[in-house]
């Protein structure tokens, strides 16, 4: 592979990373396209194409688990649908509000304040939303892993790709 397109799919790729770890930027899609990018425009022959499916595949997984996990514990908790819509208006006000944090901040803001109207108890509220909270620490840790193993993936076939 051309060492100018390795260096910017390292470059990129680490944006990436930082982003899946700092809510600034979605960024297991900026690892994604990055790896699955420079795979493809080096050679979109039959391996490429292999190899972008497996970091896609990645991609949604990590994706998913950052997601699906809140949401299943939140429902095991008994978090009602407007609590998770409060946390999306939250999120999204949060962002452009508070840059960086603001995201997580006004998404658990928005989540806790749902569950406070739904239990009447601040403490209840409190317990439900740091539920919530972990839940989507464990998905950015498992976010993570898969974030570094398309890199590593991607690595690996940058320089035994010729």
Avoid: N
């Avoid at 700092?22 to 699955?36: C, N």
């Avoid at 944090?101 to 806790?112: D, E, I, R, T």
């Avoid at 109207?117 to 439900?128: F, I, T, Y």
């Avoid at 909270?133 to 498992?142: D, E, K, M, T």
């Amino acid at each position: 592979m051309d060492p100018l397109l390795i260096v910017l799919g390292l470059i990129a790729s680490l944006v990436g990373l930082t982003g899946v770890v700092v809510p600034v930027l979605p960024g297991l899609l900026v690892v994604w396209l990055a790896t699955a990018g420079t795979v493809l425009i080096h050679r979109a022959d039959t391996t490429g194409w292999v190899l972008a499916g497996v970091l896609t595949a990645l991609f949604a997984l990590g994706t998913a688990a950052t997601i699906v996990l809140p949401a299943r514990q939140g429902r095991q908790g008994g978090a009602s649908r407007r609590s998770f819509v409060l946390a999306g208006i939250g999120a999204v006000l949060g962002f452009f509000l508070l840059p960086v944090l603001g995201f997580l901040v006004g998404a658990l803001a928005g989540l806790l304040i749902g569950e406070y109207q739904r239990l009447g108890d601040w403490r209840e509220a409190a317990g439900a939303t740091g539920q919530v909270l972990r839940a989507y620490g464990i998905g950015v840790v498992l976010e993570t892993i898969i974030g570094l193993t398309m890199v590593a993936i991607w690595l690996v076939a940058a320089f035994t790709r010729a």
